[in-house]
């Protein structure tokens, strides 16, 4: 690469500062910026030429590079400010604007759209947010300032906080803060809006511009703002909302607002006059504070609610003067301005910032009401000489903008990257330099070494001298003694490295084998790598072999396991076969006359021949009908049938069917009800014909008597009878509820859950049972589901499944009932013993049997062991101090037949005696 010097840089210079004189420069603080821009892009493609041309000639550093960098911060900054400069136009660039507000003392000139501002600091669209722009007061607060600063170097005099649709409740509820935070909110607006005051204040100050008074307004929306459906242009809200809640929901904000600081009070869009006289009543409440009020209007006459404009404007005046400074119209059409404020008074002030001519319709939004331009209408309101503002909607200039701010965007771009490329060109300037100093050392390291070589051979000629005495060197100097020299240093060193080379390679092949030794062990080392291999195959062969035995085991046991359930099951469901060879000594004949009546017979046969040899109860008549018992009141009411009953000849299904169709009706309509008077209910419900109650009522009964060994029938019999309490029903079916419901609650879909979550939730539904019972309901869950030995979820909707015949024929509810009457009676016994269980005649009382209750029970309660008294005693009407003692057997035949169940565990405190 061809490096040019500092005469071609010279040149390159001279060629920039001849174009730059060709370019003609405009000074002065009040030239256009687009000529500004032009300019700094003519002088920015100059020095691109010049930086091209110094990259391609390689030339590592010039002053040019400093200035194409302020080149283009200058052209940065000018586009800048064309940005703003197209941001506050709407305002000024009105034909005729600009002079006559430089004319009129008394107008004001207000903020415009703010949110229309504001989306372009944000980047986003923001209608149809319950906060609206209210929700940047938490997440863009430099944007707002931003945008306070955008009003007010277009010339707004008033600048209104960002308050229009905020409140302590809508904070609340949308952004999940509190109610303090809430209020600190509303006041943060008040003080970005003065932060923005100040900042525009110092910057009039650095630019000696004439300074203003910048008026802060607090802005107040109505009620149907926070609504977000448009009620504040239609005003509907106020008929159904009361006055105090009105007040209520203003209160909060306009105390943020004053004590924030505001200087006045923006009361805007005020549909309807009665929520307008209740913010001017509300604002005597603030006496050093002054406000005006602007309304929402649907025509040139009414406002949105459909009052008259100019006698609602009239009440507001009139109701405080002193602290209303104007009334006027805001966000609605600039056509219907001028006759809407023709008919007020001339001494009352007007505020206009109407939009630029849109119209809200509720089912669809804003609409294009094709109105004329903004500033066709601004020398009308001008001739009104009171307080004027713009709120406007337009984006006439975003097309230009977005293409100033792509073009900022690019030039930053082509900054950094020349940037980039300065600080690339520093670095090989900087590379270039150390490799030019490194060269430097290398020549003064050899230029040292050769001074050293000069002397020490100057040295040794003047020994040689010295040795010789004569000038002349001898036959044995003949040789040049700088070489010798040179030359021993050089044996030493070698020698020093050889002997240093032979004492690694001994400390690193000390513990190496020979090479005869080694092939011999790697030839070894070969076999029994390929022993081991052989014996791996084989531990693996026996391995798979011992893994599917394994398996084979484990399925032969589970099907061992599931037929020797199948067996129970049929076991218990069949009728045993009989054995028929036994009737033959039972009747006269023997052997042969039994072999003559049942060859060739059905069992059913076989039994009716065997009957009817017995006797003539045995004809076929008698096993078709039962006989009634008559009507005798001693007889059940459901028994209570005169002739014979048809024997319907149920199935033990079908009895259990009855029997829990008959705890259920009760559960529902009869708990008052004894059961044998719930039973003739239930059977004069379902049928009207005597004959056919009787016949249900005798085979339902007949069935029961045969299922005895059922314990679930045999509780229904002893209630049935008057022998059991039917309290142990219910307490077995809330607990198998209790069950039901936790499992279904700790389950991870409500449909599976695992042995030890089973466990958990048995333990904690039944603090009071032990390992043992737990682990029995264990094992009773995997018999009823038949899982498998690795298996460990458990589907509820199997377990809890409950058919026609009642809860209590699930195998874990007969557990549950299993283990309540063992504990049942182990509770029994423990109270019998503090009685004085080996005395079976002694008489006890009241008294006695409630201090073995307190004992045995410590966590019983007054209640329950009143129940459990008056059980045992059979007495539910007398007081317990009336109650007469019975005698211990009595006592003790009464529990077993009741509900008696312990509440908590019993005291480990030692045992106390009571005489």
Known sequence: MQVHGPKHLKNIENQVLERLKNVRKITGKKMILANKQKYFDEVLEIYRTALTELIRSSTTYSTILSDIKDSYEGSLQIRDERIKQFIIHDLY??????????????????????????????????????????????????????????????????????????????????????????????????????????????????????????????????????????????????????????????????????????????????????????????????????????????????????????????????????????????????????????????????????????????????????????HMFVKDWLQLNRVFGVTANKDQHDLERKHLIKENNALKESNLNLNFEVIKLKKEMGMLKDESFSDYLSLMRERDARYTLYFENVSLHLKLKELTGTNCPSEEAQSDPVILRIALDRCRDQLTSTQTELKRMREEYAETVPRRDHDWLEAKYFDLEKQLRAVHAEYDELQNNHKRITALKKSIEEELIECRDRCRELERAGTPRPHWEICADFIGGGRERWWQLANDLSSRNKLRALLKEFGPAAESEHLEYFDGLGTDPAIPPYLRYEGKVRNLRISRREVSVVINDVWLGKSRHGQAMTMQDYLTKYFEDRYQQSSVRAEWAYNVCAGAEQML?????????????????????????????LLKD?????????????????????????????????????????????????????????????????????????????????????????????????????????????RAFALVDPAINHIRMERYIRWAFSNQTSELSAISPLPLRTIVARLAAGDIERVGPRSKAPRRHYK
């Open 742 to 850: 936790q499992l279904h609650k700790h389950s991870k879909d409500g449909e599976t859950i695992t042995l030890d979550e089973f466990e958990r939730v048995a333990r904690a539904s039944f603090s009071l049972k032990s390992e043992v019972d737990i682990k029995n309901m264990v094992d009773v869950v995997k018999k009823q589901l038949k899982m498998k030995i690795n298996s460990n979820e458990i589907n509820l909707d199997k377990l809890l499944r409950e058919n026609e015949e009642g809860f209590d024929r699930v195998e874990l509810a007969r557990e549950l009932f299993r283990q309540r009457q063992l504990a049942q009676d182990k509770y029994i016994r423990e109270v019998v013993a503090e009685l004085g269980g080996h005395h079976g005649s002694r008489a006890v009382s009241v008294d006695n049997l409630k």
């Open 93 to 374: 660039a009105m034909p005729g604007t600009k002079d006559k507000l430089a004319t009129c003392n008394e107008i004001y000139v207000l903020d415009g759209g703010f949110s229309s501002q504001l989306s372009r600091h944000v980047g986003s669209k923001i209608d149809g947010d319950p906060l609206w722009t209210a929700r940047f007061l938490q997440t863009h607060p430099e944007e707002i300032v931003k945008t306070h600063l955008d009003f007010l170097r277009a010339g707004s005099d008033i600048i209104s906080t960002n308050t229009y649709q905020a409140s302590i409740s809508a904070f609340v509820k949308h952004l999940g803060v509190s109610v303090e935070e809430g209020f600190n909110l509303i006041k943060r607006a008040v003080h970005l809006a003065q932060r923005a005051r100040d900042t525009y204040t110092e910057e009039c100050k650095s630019y000696h511009s004439k300074l203003r008074k910048i008026l802060i307004a607090g802005s107040v929306g109505p009620y149907g703002a926070t609504l977000n459906d448009g009620s504040e242009y239609s005003g509907n809200y106020i008929d159904e909302i009361p006055e105090k809640e009105i007040k209520d929901w203003h209160k909060p904000r306009l105390d943020a607002l004053v004590e924030a600081g505001v200087d006045i009070i923006a009361f805007e869009t005020i549909p309807c006059d009665k929520e307008a006289l209740i913010l001017i009543d509300m604002l005597k409440d603030y006496p050093l504070v002054k406000a005006w009020v602007s309304f929402s209007c649907k025509d040139d006459k009414s406002l949105s609610h459909g009052e008259n404009f100019s006698e609602v404007a009239m009440k507001c005046w009139v109701r405080n003067p002193d602290q209303v400074l104007a009334v006027g119209v805001n966000c609605c059409s600039p056509k219907i301005v001028t006759k809407l404020t023709a008919g007020l008074e001339s001494q009352l002030p007007i505020v206009i910032y109407p939009n630029s001519g849109e119209k809200f319709v509720p089912e669809s939004g804003w609409k294009d009401d094709q109105c004329q331009p903004l």
């Open 709 to 737: 060994d059922e314990p679930q029938v045999k509780l229904f019999w002893g209630v049935l009878h008057g022998h059991l309490g039917e309290d142990i029903y219910w307490g077995l079916r809330a607990q198998w509820m």
